[in-house]
């Protein structure tokens, strides 16, 4: 399959991919990175491909893997609203105030996508 075969098959299951990732992930930034995480695994072991006719097919099993592999992922992380309720419940209210100012404090962390 040449790269511009690969891409318009693709295309063509990206709604389908999308809707696949939402279902298992819900959170849209978490879908979108399965996605692009499962097109770049496919473009990377193309050569697997036994059959072309199935390509939809196998890109949707490796979009599920990739969708389980970031849930995991994401399973071993507190949220961080229930951390810090857990944590405030123990300080006292001079504490509380402190942790809340250094959290003002803080600078919004950007994030940066590299897409190849």
């Known amino acids: 399959m040449d790269n511009y075969t690969f891409t318009q098959k693709v295309l063509d299951a990206e709604q389908t991919l999308y809707n696949i ?8 930034t978490d879908c979108e990175d399965a996605v692009q995480n499962a097109i ?6 193309l050569s697997s ?5 199935y390509f939809k097919t196998w890109l949707v099993r490796i979009l599920i ?7 995991k992922r994401n399973s071993k992380f507190v949220p ?10 123990t300080l006292d209210n ?6 809340y ?3 003002m404090e803080l600078k919004p962390k950007i994030r940066v996508a590299v897409v190849l």
Do not use: F
Request: charge should be negative; charged fraction near 30%.
């Open 21 to 28: 990732a939402k279902s298992i992930l819900i959170i849209d």
């Open 40 to 45: 770049l695994n496919a473009y990377t072991k």
């Open 49 to 53: 491909l036994k059959n072309e006719e």
């Open 65 to 71: 893997n990739e969708c389980y592999k970031l849930k």
């Open 80 to 89: 961080y609203e229930e951390q810090i309720t857990a944590d405030i419940q």
């Open 94 to 99: 001079s504490e509380v105030i402190e942790l």
């Open 101 to 103: 100012q250094a959290i």
